[in-house]
Nanobody, 115 residues
Framework: QVQLVESGGGLVQPGGSLRLSCAAS????????MMWFRQVPGKDRELIAT????????FYLDSVKGRFTISRDNARNMVYLEMTNVKPEDTGMYFC????????WGPGTQVTVSS
């Protein structure tokens, strides 16, 4: 059974940094792309960043380019989102997911950027 559990969210001031983590289990982690999404109330989940599997490759939403970095540790089945110079518009619930089936979501971790 695929399981994804996010952690690391919290309250951070504008300009600050935060590192989100996602623990994955139930599948061969290294062969799948992993993604981070963000959701705010009243809106659909938005793809923030993607990191490829064996073929590599990255994607970042334009608004986070140069500020967020996605990375993975295949030995530990972990994917991370390093958030720097955060802005109030980065506030939201952050979820990780995989590129396989079935589509699976963890409980998410809340990030609030506020002074």
């Amino acid at each position: 059974q695929v399981q994804l559990v996010e952690s690391g969210g919290g309250l951070v001031q504008p300009g600050g940094s935060l590192r989100l983590s996602c623990a994955a289990s139930g599948f061969t982690f290294s062969v799948y792309s992993m993604m981070w999404f963000r959701q705010v109330p009243g809106k659909d989940r938005e793809l923030i960043a993607t990191i490829g599997g064996p073929s590599g490759g990255f994607f970042y939403l334009d608004s986070v380019k140069g500020r967020f970095t996605i990375s993975r540790d295949n030995a530990r089945n972990m994917v991370y989102l390093e958030m720097t110079n955060v802005k109030p518009e980065d506030t939201g619930m952050y979820f990780c997911t995989w590129s396989g089936q079935p589509e699976t979501w963890g409980p998410g971790t809340q990030v609030t950027v506020s002074s």
